[in-house]
């Protein structure tokens, strides 16, 4: 194939491998806030969240309920969805009542467009440390989707949430990213940029927490044959929380109220991969970061990574990566901390309509909280069954862990928590571009720090459009 031919095809697939990296490098971009578990069921379609919850699958935390580590952050997570790929290619967890058009084409001009409604009542949700109440809410997701030709794409999708208890501020939170790729002979090409703002209900805060982030990233790979590339990616991770003059006890001996701050985080990643052939991919890498917090911490850490996906047929997938963390704090007596971090994925296709997947992590990242850092690992377990060969039946477990530590003397923890998660759901298309779900999920946190442990359920359903 001549060159001309061979960048013609690079370009025509870059987004198809787009999208992924940017899911990968910059998973918040669409799965919403980096910091801080969020207590409410998100609003479908909102970030990327489905119309019912999915525990147990690799997107099982995302939406605002996110608590995102640097061992993702950084870029080394390439694997593959957890959830097995049907006969057709699609996820088979994928809402069945997705869109395959846009709604207008004007030239290379595609709009695509979405629309969701979700009710939900909630129990103790907390209103600030140690007081809870019940609610109702109402929450509108629309979302609008262009794709300006094969190589750039831009979402924007707003939610309005509605309170029906005082004690909750009604909220409008907003998501948008634009992301662009192309390809050229052997190299790949991606830059992506997004803004997301949240003012939901967290268990870090215990209340509702104003957060904003700003999120952007460049790669850049190089295919030296068909068994071995090189990869480069950078991102500037901003995180600015509101002015709300939230306050948390955390714990320790004092007791004392510690008051969230701002904080940034860059890095850069080189990773060398190797194919050994379709049904194995591995990778060795190094990411080198910086992160602070505005009043807190100053840190230098460096990641020494290894990854590898494996899907031995069209049943499993299974994807694993991680290694150690080293970091160090520049402007206190902290000493230097090592960690493991990973992340790993599986998926089992049992049969053509039932499905089974797993997902867990473990992550080192900067807390909301001044001069602390929070340790999260979290593990879940999912299963998806079709009934009737159109409804959706999903089951999720999840727990988690999250162990703050002060960076003031000798890391101690001054707050850990334990979170369990149980979930049910039903999901039917209806029409041609609907579909309809309904759930329920109960929330137990177990906290040392008195005022952050609570117990919620929540049900409800959804009704989404998507054109």
Not at 358 to 382: D, H, M
Not at 428 to 454: C, D, Q, R
């Given at each position: 194939m ?9 370009l ?31 609003g ?10 999915q ?15 640097n ?24 809402p ?16 695509r ?81 997004s ?10 805060t ?138 790993v ?16 992590s ?106």
């Amino acid at each position: 194939m001549n060159l001309e031919g061979r960048t013609r095809l690079h370009l025509g697939a870059a987004t198809n491998w787009l999208p992924r990296w940017l899911a990968v490098v910059f998973p918040f971009s669409i799965a919403g806030s980096v910091l801080g578990q969020g207590v409410l069921v998100p609003g479908p379609g909102y970030q990327g969240s489905s119309g019912t919850p999915q525990l147990g699958s690799p997107g099982w935390n995302a939406g605002p309920a996110t608590v995102q580590g640097n061992v993702q952050a950084n870029g080394q997570n390439n694997a593959a969805p957890a959830t097995p790929e049907g006969e057709n290619g699609e996820n088979a967890a994928a809402p069945v009542g997705a869109p395959v058009q846009g709604l207008l084409r004007w030239g290379s001009l595609h709009v695509r467009t979405r629309a969701s409604y979700q009710f939900l009542y909630s129990t103790g949700v907390h209103t600030a440390p140690g007081q809870s109440a019940d609610t109702f809410t109402h929450t509108l997701s629309p979302g609008v989707t262009l794709d300006l030709g094969p190589h750039v794409s831009v979402d924007y999708s707003p939610s309005f949430r509605f309170f029906s208890q005082r004690d909750f501020h009604n909220t409008m939170d907003q998501f948008v990213t634009l992301t662009a790729g192309a390809g050229y002979g052997d190299w790949n090409f991606g830059v992506s940029q997004s803004f997301s703002r949240s003012d939901e209900p967290l268990v870090q805060t215990s209340g509702q927490t104003d957060t904003e982030n700003y999120l952007t990233g460049v790669n850049a790979s190089y295919r030296f044959n068909d068994k071995i590339s090189l990869e480069t990616s950078a991102s500037v991770d901003l995180m600015a929380v509101g002015n709300s003059g939230t306050n948390g006890f955390v714990g320790g001996n004092t007791n004392a109220p510690a008051l969230l701050t701002d904080s940034q985080n860059y890095s850069a990643t080189e990773w060398l991969n190797y194919t050994f052939d379709e049904k194995l991919n591995a990778g060795v890498g190094v990411t080198v970061g910086y992160s602070e917090q505005n009043v807190g911490f100053r840190s230098l850490d460096e990641q020494y990574l290894g990854r590898f996906t494996w899907t031995p047929g069209n049943k499993l997938n299974v994807s694993l990566n991680g290694g150690i963390e080293d970091q160090q704090f520049l402007n206190s007596d902290a000493p230097d901390i090592v960690n493991p971090i990973f992340s790993v994925s599986a998926g089992y296709h049992l049969f053509e309509q039932t499905s089974f997947s797993l997902f867990a992590s473990r992550a080192v990242s900067a807390s909301l909280f001044q001069s602390q850092i929070t340790e999260t690992a979290q593990v879940g377990l999912g299963f998806q069954q079709r009934l009737l060969g159109a409804v959706e039946l999903s089951l999720g477990f999840a727990y988690g862990t999250s162990d703050y530590k002060t960076t003031a003397g000798t890391l101690a923890t001054v707050r850990s928590d334990e979170t369990t998660s149980y979930s049910v759901a039903l999901g039917v298309p209806f029409l041609k571009h609907g579909s309809f779900g309904t759930f329920y999920e109960y929330t137990k946190n177990s906290s040392s720090a008195g005022g952050f442990g609570f117990g919620s359920s929540q049900a409800g359903a959804t009704v989404s459009w998507a054109y």
